[in-house]
């Protein structure tokens, strides 16, 4: 099965009176506005998150957006087969890096969701 394919097969809508919370997808919107003075630092942290993290198993999206009208707030646009995946996500050394540094650059609101009625 090619990755296009298990992205479909993931991606369908979820039942969460049919699936345990452990099975259903993960997604997790982070907005991040950077530090004054730290929006490239900022950005260079967030676009090297996004390779490694969409090759991580269970991955099923990792985008970063960036506002228009503000050139210091970004959005991370996460998607997780599980929160098995979400968790492993939580534990890679990328995702340590960022952690051990996101405070100085950035206040961030991140939250963490469960499928309602998605496609």
Do not use: C
């Not at 950005?43 to 506002?67: C, H, I, K, M, Q």
């Not at 890679?92 to 609101?109: K, M, V, W």
């Amino acid at each position: 099965m090619t990755g296009g394919a298990l992205r479909w097969r993931f991606a369908g809508p979820s039942n969460l009176e049919g699936e345990s919370k452990m099975s259903a997808q993960v997604k997790v919107m982070a907005i991040l506005n950077a530090r004054q003075g730290k929006v490239d630092a900022l950005r260079t942290l967030l676009e090297g998150l996004v390779t490694a993290s969409r090759a991580e198993p269970g991955n099923l999206r990792y985008d970063l957006w960036a506002d228009p009208s503000d050139e210091g707030r970004f959005v991370l646009d996460e998607l997780y087969i599980d929160s098995v995946a979400n968790t492993s996500h939580r534990v890679t050394p990328h995702f340590q890096h960022y952690l051990s540094t996101i405070n100085d650059l950035a206040e961030r609101t991140a939250v963490v969701l469960a499928p309602v009625d998605v496609r």
